[in-house]
């Protein structure tokens, strides 16, 4: 029998194959009748096969090694994506408190992000006239800074002739300026990059802050069914902390730019205002940001004079030990629900892994790692 005869009229071979061929497809048939769609799952596969076993490991190593180099290729997006959650947690309990008091979600976030843009503007606001004033000011004064450079009965003059300042600021600008263009290169590059950094954790802190009811949620669905009331009521009481660790900080940042204020009024060193309000901003960074506070209001107070320049750094050395020994550990105590130990442990181990970025979230992480394990970790062992 040739080829032709071998083929049915429908296109399908003769023989037991195409018959049970046609038997599937008109079950499937009366199945979609019957359902109504797709019809119902069939048995699960059997997990125990070494088929599916040997399958799931090598899926596994497959998967551990790609998320691994993902994590290493993109670690400084993954960085900046971290942040912003971290920012749009932080805000979250403002905006949940605007809407237990009848204020849209929507208008909410819009209030939020209007008061940090507020207060971005206003340091603007003070900084950059200043900052003109002063470089027009020294603009005027290097012709007198130069004379006095090579005059030799000045003190610059002596600095001078000791230091040789004047040979090594021609060493710098000779060659083409390679050295000087280099430097202003990086440094510009750093600006640049500082603030493309800052401008995608804002843009995105916005989205996170907008949509993280929804994203709550999509996480909450890939939890089994059984355990997801108690994943949501862990999961809110971390956010929660979290919130509370950024109010602490924002807390102690405005009694230190406070203080700060009131000092330099005080002493009658220049740019009170302006000076408190960088140092409250900077002091949100933990561990350093109010080292380089008080070096700036320290360096601002030596045009008042040497004695008032270094009771101000002994005023920041005293105020430093103040909050990282007293004030701090008892706001995330009572906010946070840390204890001080503990922060102090947390913010040192997160500045060593990864730097400022890790003793930012050291104490938000310390305290969920701490919840888990009361509430998980020792009810099991407790058990058992």
């Not at 669905?221 to 950024?246: C, K, M």
């Amino acid at each position: 029998m040739d080829n032709v005869e071998s083929t049915q009229a429908d296109g399908t071979e003769p023989g037991p194959s195409g018959s049970r061929i046609e038997e599937a497809v008109e079950a499937a048939a009366v199945m979609a009748e019957k359902t109504g769609g797709l019809g119902r799952p069939g048995r699960p596969v059997n997990r125990r096969s070494p088929f599916f076993i040997g399958m799931t490991g090598a899926a596994g190593v497959v998967i551990t090694i790609g998320l691994t180099e993902l994590v290493i290729k993109a670690g400084s997006v993954l960085i900046l994506i971290g942040m912003a959650f971290f920012v749009a947690a932080g805000l979250e309990p403002v905006v949940s408190w605007l809407n237990r008091h009848r204020v849209p979600r929507w208008a909410g976030v819009i209030i939020v992000i209007l008061c940090v843009l507020g207060i971005a503007a206003l340091f603007l606001a003070l900084a950059i006239p200043r900052l003109a004033a002063e470089a027009t000011t020294l603009a005027h004064a290097l012709p007198g800074y130069l004379h006095r450079l090579q005059n030799h009965n000045s003190e610059l003059g002596r600095l001078n002739a000791k230091y040789h300042l004047e040979q090594r600021l021609e060493k710098l600008v000779s060659g083409n300026g390679t050295s000087l263009v280099g430097g202003v290169l990086a440094a510009g590059k750093l600006v640049l990059s500082t603030i493309s950094s800052a401008l995608v954790v804002g843009v995105l802190s916005i989205y996170f802050l907008a949509g993280l009811p929804r994203i709550k949620r999509f996480a909450w669905r890939l939890v089994p069914g059984t355990r997801r009331p108690r994943v949501i009521l862990i999961s809110d009481e971390i956010l929660s902390r979290v919130g509370g660790y950024v109010l602490g900080n924002i807390l102690t940042s405005a009694i230190i730019g406070a203080g700060t204020s009131l000092w330099m009024i005080a002493f009658g060193i220049p740019y009170p205002i302006l000076l408190g309000l960088f140092v409250a901003l900077i002091d949100l960074i933990p561990v350093i940001g109010s080292y380089i506070g008080g070096a700036a209001v320290a360096l601002l107070a030596l045009t008042v004079s040497l004695p008032v320049a270094v009771a101000t750094l002994v005023f920041y050395v005293c105020y430093k030990l103040a909050e990282d020994y007293l004030l701090v550990p008892r706001v995330m105590n009572r906010t946070v629900h840390v204890p001080a130990t503990v922060t102090l442990v947390a913010v040192l181990i997160g500045g060593v892994l990864l730097g400022i970025v890790g003793a930012l979230v050291a104490i938000p992480v310390a305290a969920a790692i701490r919840l888990l394990l009361n509430e998980v970790a020792f009810r099991r062992l407790d058990n058992n």
